[in-house]
């Protein structure tokens, strides 16, 4: 099905060493909000810079691609040593195309990793890629998200509260 993620883990930080060697995954197309920190937030959640470190030791070559414009993206990729593309307009694949190429990576060995069904998941299975969908850090409270989060559960059935 176009809308179940390849593989659904708790976070980004429980991509390992194993998990990419289990997976044949050798780069990481990131999501920014809920995957790397909480909704609108200027710093990564806890853990995160420590998991790009070793992510780096390891060798994986990794992008972000957000929707959000680039003044959102930008302060906090930097922060993260990361290049970005903002404005990716997932689930239309694009901008997760245009981040493969600027990895020089395989598409088949490239991951999509966010919290989104319908952004995250959707392109990544469009692009040809391994999509992966992490829980939110946080549950959004704006009614937008609630419907969005409620019609993600029709196509695909995550229940937050007993993982």
């Known amino acids: 099905m176009i ?3 390849k593989i659904w883990i708790k ?53 972000v691609v957000s929707n959000n414009t ?29 981040a493969v190429k600027a990895l020089g990576t395989e598409k088949k060995r490239t991951a999509v990793v966010g919290d989104q069904i319908f952004t995250d998941v959707l392109g990544g299975n469009l692009a040809g890629m391994i999509s992966i969908l992490v829980d939110p850090f946080q549950l959004e409270k704006s009614l937008p998200f609630r419907i969005k ?10 229940d937050l509260k007993k993982r």
């Open 3 to 5: 809308f179940k993620p």
């Open 11 to 63: 976070n980004v930080l429980s991509i390992d060493k194993e998990f990419l060697e289990k997976n044949g995954i050798d780069a990481l197309i990131l999501d920014l909000d809920n995957t790397l920190s909480l909704h609108g937030d200027p710093a990564a959640e806890e853990g995160i810079p420590e998991w790009l470190g070793k992510m780096n030791e390891l060798g994986v070559k990794m992008r």
């Open 70 to 98: 680039p003044k959102r993206v930008a302060p906090l990729a930097a922060k993260l040593g990361l290049e970005f593309t903002a404005n990716g307009a997932k689930p239309l694949t694009f901008g997760l195309n245009s």
């Open 149 to 158: 989060r409620s019609i993600e559960n029709l196509v695909f059935r995550r």
